[in-house]
């Protein structure tokens, strides 16, 4: 079983960025199919990046298509979010998670970590 924990949340502006980082332990990830999603207050959690074991395929949600980029780094074991052009509307706890299958990490992953909360002030 992996465990995952993400970090590099925080408050930044309007147009500003962010690297989020997800750490695994227990498991290699190159193991797993990866994904971002994200849940802002009193919505539903929702898909944002996808990145396929070998990092060749990648996936995005409209909704931040251009603005993120999610890449996997094998030696480190960690994924990440790349994140510009931040809007307000980008505020949420994001989440890192995992599946051994890529059709199942865009819809329901196994595995999540704990979330980081990124806000983005207008």
Known sequence: ??????SGGGLVQAGGSL??????SGRTL???AMGWFRQA???????VAAIS????TTY?????KG????????AKNTVYARMNSLKPEDTAVYYCAADLSWDRVV?????WGQGTQVTVSS
């Open 1 to 6: 079983q992996v465990q995952l924990v993400e």
């Open 19 to 24: 690297r989020l980082s997800c750490a695994a």
């Open 30 to 32: 190159s193991t797993y």
């Open 41 to 47: 207050p009193g919505k539903e959690r929702e898909f």
């Open 53 to 56: 074991r070998n990092g060749g």
């Open 60 to 64: 995005y949600a409209d909704s931040v």
């Open 67 to 74: 603005r993120v980029t999610i890449s996997r780094d094998k």
């Open 107 to 111: 819809v329901t992953p196994d595995y």
